[in-house]
């Protein structure tokens, strides 16, 4: 549901966490209140359901229960990350490696954003994959390193390009202040079990003037993604996602500004993209594809004309 433009892989970047705790009452990971409604989407992993909530004060949408440490290394190793069997991304290193290259049509329209902030300077990605687009940055006048948890994608980062790039969980990363004149995230916030904190870390890291780019699917921001919800609404149902809980938060260009701007970030900017009707990634059954390919052909225009109902957020913000 979230892989960017031609089955771009799952994110490689997620972090393990510390507590295998899980919250009877859940609080939100935006603004830390326990006051939430139900929302119609869940996740399955070992039989284990994992539900989405809406909060009621800042109106983020988040899983709860959590993952705990332990299913997060289950849905990352690499033998069940590439062969989950769900309906989704890439299923064997040959795919994400395709799909990696093939995702880089979209390479120069994220650093010309960053562009239009920073032309050089230190340059860090968390989550780097297999170092496309560190190796993109470098060519362009970055001087680059990254984090990537995955072991696949950490290899290949240095065997494919010579990249700096620690195998790490970005929550273990000891933090280099006042170090980076950019900090990149591409398709990692939404995995985060606390990625506030996590922006917060980003925010340290960074110089004075220095900015963070952050890029995330925003499912539910686009035509097809705002009738399913309210079709679900409507109906009481609630729709069970075909793959584990890759997935822990779900952003709307408000709750992606808010979020930044809580972590410490000024001039936020939110630059909606969407990927072309050619491109998008079709699940579900024959009507539910039917319907998304169609409806993606005026959500395009749209939001290529007036920036709105995209289905792919970047944000952009200032360390002040
Ligand atoms: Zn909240």
């Known amino acids: 549901m979230t892989t960017p433009d031609l089955q771009e892989p799952k994110s490689l970047s997620i ?12 609080t939100c990971p935006l ?10 989407i869940s996740y399955l992993l070992d039989q284990k359901t994992f539900d989405a909530r809406k909060c009621l004060s800042c109106n983020f949408v988040y899983l709860a229960p959590r993952p705990t440490s332990r299913e997060i290394a289950l849905m990352y190793s690499d033998e069940y990350f590439l062969h989950d069997g769900a309906d989704f991304g890439a299923h064997s290193a040959q795919d994400y490696e395709t799909a990696a290259r093939l995702g880089s049509v979209k390479f120069p329209e994220i650093l010309g954003w960053i562009k239009k902030y920073q032309t050089d300077g230190k340059f860090f990605e968390i989550g780097c994959g297999m170092g496309y687009f560190l190796d993109y940055a470098r060519q362009h006048g970055f001087e680059v390193s990254g984090i990537e948890f995955a072991a696949l994608g950490a290899n290949a980062c240095k065997e494919k390009f010579g990249l700096e790039v620690l195998q790490s969980s970005f929550e273990k990363y000891p933090v280099k202040e006042n170090l980076y004149t950019v900090i990149f995230m591409g398709d990692v916030l939404e995995h985060f079990n606390e990625p506030l904190e996590m922006l917060q870390k980003a925010h340290a890291m960074l110089k004075s003037g220095g900015i963070v780019a952050a ?22 149902k609630t729709k069970k996602m075909p793959m584990p809980p890759y997935h822990v938060n779900e952003f709307t260009p408000r709750t992606l500004a808010l979020m930044l701007k809580t972590a410490g970030f000024g001039s936020v900017r939110i630059v909606q993209r969407i990927k072309s009707p050619q491109r998008i990634t079709l699940r579900g059954n024959v009507f539910e594809k039917t319907t998304k390919k169609f409806l993606q052909y005026p959500n395009f225009y749209i939001t290529r004309l007036a920036g709105v109902l995209g289905d792919r957020l970047l944000a952009i913000g200032i360390r002040t």
């Open 15 to 26: 972090m393990p966490q510390d507590s295998d705790t899980t919250e009877a009452s859940p």
């Open 31 to 40: 603004c830390k209140k326990n006051k939430s409604t139900s929302f119609p």
């Open 215 to 236: 890029e995330v699917p925003s499912m539910f921001n686009s035509i097809t993604g705002r009738l399913a919800v309210a079709g679900l609404n409507i109906l009481g």
